[in-house]
């Protein structure tokens, strides 16, 4: 069996109040074609389907019509569960109606498992699902006490030993932190001092784990406990990261083999960094000079409006950083020991930056008359009535 592996789509997210809804609709068809192309046989969303509990409407309308297009158009049967994002009760709204379409969706979790299956050349495979929960989610609908998410986890994977048949393949999705692996600032923290984290001990006895939460490729205890990573990036800290599906073939004794495919959005989120007046020039050659940046500018002269003169050569500056400034103790163009009185340093440092700023608004220097009145009334400032 053909299984594509994906997770994390956050459709309808904002970055830096940009919305990347067209972005995620042009990665999000790749995806279809992928399934098309590859003869995928079933595709898992392993959690975070939306960003946020209540999406906007055209995110709704995005899943909508992708769905359609695989369930629909491709007749391949689709599993997704809630993430931590997602509201469980509403992304689950219609579910059992859907089931007869080819769309399995888990929303909150159950006290019976009904786990998914499906079939190929060599019988069948189950799919068991597991949304996130939080301890106290899995103390109420089960009826146990636990504490950690590890020990919610733990009674989770030994049920659905005890309930699936014996023999019988078995792929589990879960959204969820494994211990060990490598967070990005995208993702949306679990629980407060390290009870998130769960061991990929629990899930060795499966033939492949799709697990969603982290948005960066990985696996975590053996290879066939993995994830396949947001199919996007959605922070400047997955700069690095490689955006993969995860092809996945199961075979006939349950062994797994593994194939990403990349995926490409429209504009990449990079950073780059130099002096301003570089940084603009650089831009005339740069055939990627819509993605999403973050700028680190290496001026340590007072700049006025920067933000707007880089718009002009870059349309997607998202994000602005003035490292040089910051080190010194000066942020933006100010001076924090302008704050300390009867000192002569601020004052000169105040002086040169001012006329740093008068020489880009008015295009000309300070003349000695001005710089004397300038001097004067940073006195008077530092100073008081001691002038």
Excluded at 98 to 115: A, F
Excluded at 279 to 285: E, F, G, R, V
Excluded at 321 to 338: F, H, I, K, Q, W
Aim: proline share 5%; hydrophobic share 40%; charged share 25%.
């Amino acid at each position: 069996m053909r299984i594509l592996h994906t997770s994390d789509w956050h459709i309808g997210r904002q970055f830096h109040n940009i919305s990347l809804l067209d972005d995620q609709r042009l990665v999000l068809d790749q995806i279809v074609s992928i399934v098309k192309s590859e003869r995928v046989d079933v595709v898992l969303i392993a959690g975070d389907v939306y960003d946020r509990a209540i999406p906007p409407a055209k995110a709704v309308a995005l899943l909508d019509d992708v769905l359609y297009q695989l369930c629909g158009d491709l007749g391949v049967p689709v599993i997704m569960i809630a993430g931590n994002h997602d509201s469980a009760d509403r992304l689950a709204f219609g579910s059992r109606q859907l089931m007869e379409s080819g769309l399995h969706i888990v929303g909150p979790l159950s006290n019976q498992w009904q786990p998914v299956t499906l079939s190929d050349e060599w019988g069948e495979v189950a799919f068991y699902g597991i949304p996130y929960v939080d301890p106290v989610i899995v103390n109420s609908v089960c009826g146990i006490r636990c504490s950690t998410h590890d020990e919610a986890m733990a009674y989770l994977t030994k049920s659905i030993h005890e309930h699936n048949v014996e023999g019988r393949r078995t792929v589990v999705l879960s959204h969820c932190f494994i211990d060990g692996g490598s967070a990005c600032d995208s993702e949306r923290p679990l629980a407060i001092g390290g009870a998130d984290k769960v061991s990929p001990q629990h899930f060795e006895g499966f033939c492949y784990t799709a697990l969603g939460h982290l948005h960066g490729r990985q696996y975590k205890g053996s290879p066939h406990i993995r994830y396949s990573g947001s199919p996007m990036k959605y922070s400047f800290s997955e700069e690095s990261h490689k955006k993969v599906v995860t092809i996945v073939d199961l075979q006939q004794d349950g062994s797994v083999e593994f194939e990403d495919i990349p995926l490409y959005a429209p504009r990449n989120m990079r950073t780059i960094e130099g002096p301003m007046d570089a940084l603009i020039d650089a831009a005339i050659n740069d055939a990627h000079c819509d993605d999403y940046l973050l700028v680190k500018l290496t001026d340590t002269r007072a700049i006025l409006d920067p933000m707007g003169k880089l718009r002009k050569a870059y349309a997607n500056v998202l994000h602005l950083e003035r490292p040089t400034l910051a080190a010194s103790g000066r942020r933006y163009g100010v001076d924090r020991e302008l704050l300390l009185p009867n000192a002569e340093g601020p004052k000169r440092g105040a002086l040169s930056m001012f006329g740093d700023f008068y020489q880009q608004v008015c295009e000309e220097t300070l003349s000695t008359e001005q710089s004397t009145i300038v001097e004067a009334m940073l006195d008077e400032c530092l100073h008081g009535d001691d002038v």
